[in-house]
Every structure is written in C-alpha cells, then in structure tokens.
C-alpha cells in the first residue's frame, strides 16, 4: 500500500450535506480550506441530491500515505506551517468527497511522526532523521480529523526500518543500530527481524506508545510483513528459525511470528484502550483454491505464502475487528477478479465479529488501468453484498487528481449524503443520551438547529435527520436519503447550533441523534418542523 508502483506487478508476485463556518468546511462542492481552530457550536449544513440506494452505515476511508512522500508532507523539509496546512487540504478533500474517516501513516519506516522516546523522528517529515519538525505532527492530525468528524486510523509499518541497506545513515541512537542484530538487508532495504521475541515486543511499544498517548480511533497494518519476495535472494533469518523454530518448518514459523504479533498487539491496544479499534489491509489474496481448498478462485500470490501472513486465521480467530483486504483488481480480472474476491471475503467473515471493509485502488484509475466507471461498478457490486461494510481508497493524491472521472461519478452515485461509520458491537460501547431542546427556525430559505449539547451524555458526535411525511422514525433512521449531516459534539456544553442552507427553501420536519465515538445511536429527539 505505501509503495502503489510495486502493487501493479504484484500478481507477478502475485442531497448530499456540507457543513461549514468561517473555519471549517465539510462536503463535495469546492470550499475554502480548514482551520485547526474549529468552533464546532457554530456550523452550517448544505444539502444536494439524494442517493436512493446508499446505506446508513458505511466507512469510507481515504488512505494518506508518508513514505516516499506519497501524499503528506509532499516533499521533506517543509515548514510546520505549511505541512499543518497540507494535511488540512487532505481532510477538506476527505469532507468533499463525504468521506468518514482517513487512515493516516504515523509510523512508515520505524520513525514517528510524534515525539517517541522509542523512535526518531521521521526523516519524511524534515528531511533528516531525528530533526525536530517544530511541532506534534500525530497530535495535530487527530485533533484536526475530530474537528471534522472523521475518524483517525493511526497506520503503522510494524517490520520496515528504511527504504536502503545502509544501517550507518541511520541516526546513531536509532534502535536499529544500537540492536544490529535485531536488522537484516533485504531487497536493498533494512527490516527489523519477525523471528526475534525482542523485535516483537520493541515494535508493539513503539506503537503503543501513539495508542496511549494520542486519541486515535484506531491501530491500522497494510500488507507488509516480512518482505515481499526479491528474486534470487533468501530471507536472512536461518539463525533465528535455528533458535527459535522449535521444529516447525521455516514457513510455519514465519507465519507463527506475524500472527503472534497480530495477536499480541490486539491484546495490548485492548488492554489499554477498548475502545480502540484494530485492522489490517493485506493483499487481497490469502491463498488460491489450487493450493488450499478453502482459498479463492483465482491465480496470483497470496499473503499466506508470500509475506507469511495467515489473514483468514486472524479473521476466525477474531484476532482483528476489521480486515480490508487491497482487492486492487477489476470485475473480470483472469487472474484475481473483483467480484471472486470480494465474494470470498464475504463469506470468511460470517459468523465473527470481525468487519468488512474493501481495499480499492483509485490509482489504476487515474493511470488508466481501470476504465473511468470501474471503481463505481465495484461500489455497485458491493451493494449485493451486506457483509461488505465500506471501503478504503489508495491513495489521497489520486482522489485529488482524478484524471479519469472516476472518483467524481463514484461520488456521484454512491456517496451524495453523509454516512455513519459502522458500529462494531463486540467492542461494546455506550449508547448515548438522546438530545432534548431542540428547537428550529427560519432563516430566510435557511433551517437553524440547535439543542442542548449536555444532555446527551456520553455523546461524541451528532446526526441531524429529516424525516418524510408519513414516515415512522425508526424507518426513517434507517434510510439513508434522510441523513443531511453528522457533526463533532461541542466540548465546551451549553447549546450546539447548525445551519441548515440549500438551492431552495429547507423546510421539513428534523431529529437529532447522538452518537458515542464507536458510533452507537441514540434514540431521535423529539421531532421539530418549518
């Protein structure tokens, strides 16, 4: 994921709402960018068309990639100011887009984009490994998605220690030097070893360290494990397997290693913080029913070979509470079709706790590898299939560019309201108090909202409704035509305000619901009506 190029060969391997005030800005019309100071008792809601066919409940997910520079900053050495101002453009494009969350890369190459006692900070941000950035990079971010609604998936690289082979141009206390014999060379890259009990349980505080200290809403892998197979060159790990193998084959032992961490790091964030969510986005892949009869139906490499990841096992094991699995291919593909894979995965996770989302790979679209209407059709494939609970889009930079349209009729069709982020009942959170006092009036062709923020407790966000004639409440709560907008609870108490505007006079009768930050629905408040 963090490397699209090297993804495009793997099979070789292998009415919609806007809420804005002078500071904030949310939805698909063009907006002025975001500020960091947010007063979010103070917003206005636009609306547009409706989709007859979307869903309440959806993620939709933007991921933003550091490595290389990919998306954010775009170059190294940028000022504070100017990358604060670049990762604000990137949620004003998530808000456009009527997107709910971003999956942000904190942690790319064993660096940090926080102040960690354990790593240095990341060169991708200065240039310079270790270099002080002048500011809280990880504390900016989540503070500023919050400000916004979107939820912030924290994504870390658990193994990769650098994109070259060259231990002395890390910096001196960089863990990996002070442990040379936590590292091998691979592919012309540094990888901290999986086989090694210590580089296991280093990795995992190192990323606690974020989940402890950051209000992030979830801990986010990709697909990298042990590294992707270089040709004509073996994985440096005889020693370990000798040490450690216990008379396993070399294979079984790899896979053991990255389950084990899977499983430990789970444990870890939920001992911590249980409401913290944790997912994994492998290669769309597990195995092929040529190798195991319970694999897909198709042809390219699978993670379980490949990387040495067992993902169908953590998804059994309920070891995750999200997979979403990179199904980078189009309906039809000879090799990995979209619609086998998305099938598959449907089934592996019946009967667990463990959701559903889909990997998509915008960027084929803006090469030209996709036609223009694919990443639509693949959204309208997903509609037969309720196990599917949203979808992740690769990368930022190729939702901004969208060359091809795609992106465009995509939202079109598919995202012209707001959606809620699922719920994940097996994490078990606390429904919120319904809001009271809601009262609404005319302001021109606007609507004014507001109601008392304090009464519903437990709430993190808001959910304003409009409701047809005639239909009940707990109908209409479950359709997605009738959400105009969601909105971050406002901290401070007292009474939250929205403004309701449109083309044409916004009239009608209007609920408001709350929501705790794992999304659970409070009961409507009672009606008000223009």
Not at 1 to 24: I, K, Q, W, Y
Request: proline letters at 7%; charged letters at 20%; aromatic letters at 10%.
């Amino acid at each position: 994921m963090a490397e699209p190029l090297n993804r495009r060969d793997l099979l070789r391997l292998t009415s919609g709402a806007v809420v804005s005030s002078a500071a904030f800005t949310v939805g698909i019309v063009g907006a002025p960018a975001a500020s960091a100071a947010h007063d979010p008792s103070a917003e206005t809601i636009s609306e547009a068309g409706a989709d007859r066919t979307r869903p309440v409940r959806q993620l939709r997910a933007m991921w933003i990639a550091a490595v290389e520079n990919i998306d954010y900053p775009s170059k190294p050495g940028l000022s504070a100011e100017e990358q604060k101002k670049e990762f604000l453009a990137w949620l004003d494009l998530a808000q456009e887009l009527r997107l709910n969350a971003v999956i942000s890369q904190v942690r790319p190459t064993a660096d940090a984009f926080w102040p960690s006692d354990l790593e240095p900070f990341s060169h991708w941000l200065t240039g310079e490994q270790g270099k002080d950035p002048g500011y809280d990079p990880l504390a900016f971010q989540v503070r500023a998605a919050h400000a916004r609604n979107l939820e912030f998936h924290a994504w870390f690289n658990p193994f990769r220690v650098a994109q070259h082979d060259d231990p002395s141009a890390l910096v001196a206390d960089h863990p990996a030097r002070v442990h040379p014999d936590w590292v091998f060379a691979y592919g012309k890259k540094l990888y901290y070893n999986p086989g090694l009990p210590a580089v296991r349980s280093f990795v995992q505080d190192a990323m606690m360290d974020a989940v402890t200290r950051y209000d992030i809403d979830a801990v986010h892998f990709d697909d990298y494990f042990y590294p992707y197979p270089v040709d004509g060159e073996e994985l440096p790990d005889a020693d370990a397997f000798a040490q450690y193998g216990a008379g396993q084959s070399v294979e079984d032992w790899r896979r053991q290693n990255i389950t084990l961490l899977t499983e430990e790091m789970g444990t870890r964030i939920k001992t911590e913080k249980p409401w913290v969510k944790f997912g994994v986005s492998p290669f769309g892949i597990w195995r092929n029913q040529s190798s195991d009869p319970r694999g897909s139906a198709t042809s390219g490499s699978g993670s379980y070979e490949t990387v040495y990841a067992d993902t169908l096992d953590w998804v059994k094991k309920g070891l995750v509470d999200y997979i979403c699995p990179q199904i980078y291919w189009e309906i039809g593909h000879p090799a990995a079709d979209y619609a086998e894979l998305t099938s598959w995965w449907c089934e592996q996770v019946k009967d667990t706790n463990v959701s559903l989302f889909i990997g998509q790979a915008v960027y084929k679209s803006t090469s030209g590898e996709f036609g223009a209407a694919e990443l639509t059709e693949h959204l309208t494939f997903n509609r037969s299939y309720p196990s599917v609970d949203g979808d992740a889009f690769f990368s930022a930079k190729d939702l901004r560019s969208d060359t091809a349209g795609a992106v465009t009729a995509m939202v079109k069709q598919h995202y012209s309201t707001p959606a809620l982020v699922p719920e994940m009942p097996h994490l078990k959170g606390t429904t919120p108090s319904a809001p009271v006092g809601v009262q609404v009036s005319a302001k021109g062709d606007a609507a004014v909202l507001s109601w008392n923020r304090a009464s519903a407790k437990g709430a993190t966000s808001f959910a304003i409704w409009r409701l047809p004639a005639g239909q009940a409440d707990g109908a209409a709560l479950g359709d997605g035509r009738n959400l105009l907008a969601t909105v971050r609870a406002d901290d401070r108490g007292g009474r939250q305000t929205l403004t309701l505007t449109g083309s044409a006079p916004v009239r009608g009768t209007f609920v408001v619901t709350a929501l705790d930050r794992l999304w659970n629905q409070s009961a409507p408040s009672r009606p008000v009506r223009i």
